[in-house]
């Protein structure tokens, strides 16, 4: 195991920056991929054949793939945290509330039928911001809405979006939004648990997501032998990302192996994009960055290790050079697995799937790397049976060395007394280093709702704001299919403004009014909420100098 140097300065955890990523090895091995097949679309073309065969009947089910999972090491360490009183500020809040939403409305919900006469479990919440239009792809449709006021301007069911490149079954959709070239990119997977499992992926020919788009369709294993699943999507101006799990056909075992898929952005945004895949030995959910830098040519990588142990690993990516994957420790402390089953407390009853500590998403800003995860407290519990789950982000300079984190968490809640559960977090960071981390909120006397939490770059380290709720729930949320689990997430989104560089967006999933009663009768949602920070309560100043003196320490050498 690698050992850090820490540095304690004013409340605050800094790993001393150095020229490469801890631990770095020789590269992973690479191959040249090809593409299997390829596609010109018009997404307002594809709604409006949608919207001619729109459906009235009863939806039918739709259960999508569990996400595989990766048995965590039975390792448990017992680490003395440099965040004593008075600098124990992961588990705390700041009594400053958290700005109000500027704009809030309606993503998708469960019973839209465009296209599709299925009722997907869960929706795979994904969304992304452009300069007039906010797009959110689902599992059951990808839509284009004003972003002013939320209106659909264009919505086509996942499957019809993906049927030229001759997807079965796509599933996993990611969605994101480059600032720099102007364009939205989207993955996903398809063909679950099978020889033909292929991986899917686009790129638009504008900013505006209603009109041009090429697709791309990639065969993951010609042998048959493996296939993907939770397709993970980042970029740098030089290189797109793509990584996925791999699980044997048949059995859906762990197949000891991860890919990424890089791809030349040039070359992708040229109309010729065929993938250089890179061999991951023991990776699971490696989490490319989405960089905010028109200059930055290193694509940085993040990937959750045992919960037992409080580890992660962080990887470089300079072209096709995949470097880096030490076991580097986290010293906010271990932490129990979030579940691996329904543990999310709600009213009614029916507790919610919880997944597990996969981190949600990455974000490359001022030289430093940010990420989140969902975590199970307290530390030596139960596996898969916490108390309580809460969200914890990390932020990490370019070797991967801890800066700050913390953890949004209720230290109260237990599964009965009405205690707030936080679950499948996403964040952005904007020009400032402000940083806006959503989530979804489960308690017992309350259904499940959508929320988020705030800092401002200048507040004190290692601290959250209070929390907001985005959107309420409205009733007892039970949908399982038949399946083993009452699913929720898979995951969410959140990222930056790209008109101002300093609003950040984020869309969560809720639980909407229940059709009927009983088995199956639950409805989620999807809310978009937009905070600017302008428009917030005065800022903490005592941070300031903190941050200058973390900020000469990056090997950035200065702001973007």
Partial sequence: MVRRTLLLLAGGVVGLAGAAPAGAAPAYPAT???VSAASVIDLGQLARFDAMRHAYGP?????MPEPQEKAEPNVHISLPSPFTSPLGLPNGRLSTPSPRPAQSFLAQLDSARNGTTTSFIPPDTAGAVGPTR?????NTNYVVQDRVDGTVVASVSMATFWASVGAVMPFDPRVLYDPYSGRWLVAAVSDPGMAGSALLYGISDSSDPAGGWHLY???????????AD??????????????????????????????????????????????????????????????????????????HGASGAGTYSFFALDGTTLTGGAVLTNPLGPWTLPGSG??????????????DARIGNAVFRNGHVYYAQTIGLPAGGEPGNPRRTGVQWVELDRSGGFVQGGRIVDPRASETNGGHWYAYPSLSVNAEDDVLVGFSIFRSSGYPAAGYVFR?????PNAMRAPVVLKAGQGNYYKTFGGGR???????????DPLDDRSLWTIQEYAARPLGGGVDSGRWATWWGKVDPSAAPPRLRSARKWRRRMLRRSVLGGRR
């Fill in 32 to 34: 040249r991929g090809s």
């Fill in 59 to 63: 939806l039918h089910p739709g259960l």
């Fill in 134 to 138: 906010l797009m959110s792809t689902l």
């Fill in 217 to 227: 369709s990639v065969e993951v294993d010609p042998t048959g032998a493996t296939w």
């Fill in 230 to 303: 939770f397709p993970t999507l980042g970029f740098n101006q030089r290189t797109v990302a793509i990584g996925v799990n791999l699980f044997a056909s048949g059995t859906g075992e762990y197949a000891g192996l991860a890919k990424l898929y890089v791809l030349d952005y040039a070359a992708l945004k040229a109309g010729t994009a065929a993938p250089t895949a890179i061999s991951v030995p023991g990776g699971f959910t490696v989490q490319p960055a989405v960089t905010y830098s028109p200059t930055e040519s290193t694509l940085y990588l993040v990937e």
């Fill in 342 to 355: 329904d543990v999310l407390p709600q009213l009614g009853g029916y507790p919610v799937d919880s997944a």
């Fill in 456 to 460: 401002y770059g200048t507040d004190p």
């Fill in 486 to 496: 009452n699913r929720w997430g898979d995951y969410s989104a959140t990222q930056v």
